[in-house]
């Protein structure tokens, strides 16, 4: 996992308003294959997906001085290559028309992204766990294990893996705050 999945992406604005060319690198080597991929889902052509991709990262790059305006910069990535995507494809005369069946395969394609990237969210939050208190919600609410199988296999009492799955949970309310999705799924646990 890059080490900006440790962190905010917000978190590198500061730097790169500054100019720091190392967060940029990073949000650039972590981001540009996410990128590509959704881009090439509208234009349907490698060298162009590519080209718009680098065309948004370059902006980033160039109006980094701006981006205090920004609440989110993913965001605001995937939405710069959408419309970078749908310009070119405009320019190219390929934009005749969206039949219901491109418009509903680019729909899914966009649910992929956002899976992806949800998925992103929670395993980052579930890094930020201690070692024990993740596995045993790893163990309980993901693959549906019983608390007394969990005790055994951890070697440790089905008291400590009920407080271990309360703190688990409690600790990805905290980390999860700004994901409303997540807190409702969390307080069902």
Known sequence: MNSIE???LESFIPRLKKGD????KLIFDTYFKRLYAFSLQYVEDKYAAEEIVENTLLKLWQKRDKLD????LKSYLYTMVRNGSLDYIKKEKKFIRLD????????LKDQFIIEEETYAVLFQALENLPTKC???FELSCLEGVKYKDIAEDLQISINTVKSQR???????KFHLKDYPLFQILLAIL
Not at 21 to 24: E, N, P, Q, R, V
Not at 166 to 172: D, K, P, Q, T
């Open 69 to 72: 305006k920004i609440d989110n």
């Open 21 to 24: 060319k190392k967060a940029f």
């Open 166 to 172: 309360a703190r688990a949970i409690e600790l990805l």
């Open 6 to 8: 440790k962190e905010t």
């Open 100 to 107: 219901l069946k491109k418009h509903d395969a680019i729909a």
């Open 134 to 136: 993740r596995k045993v």
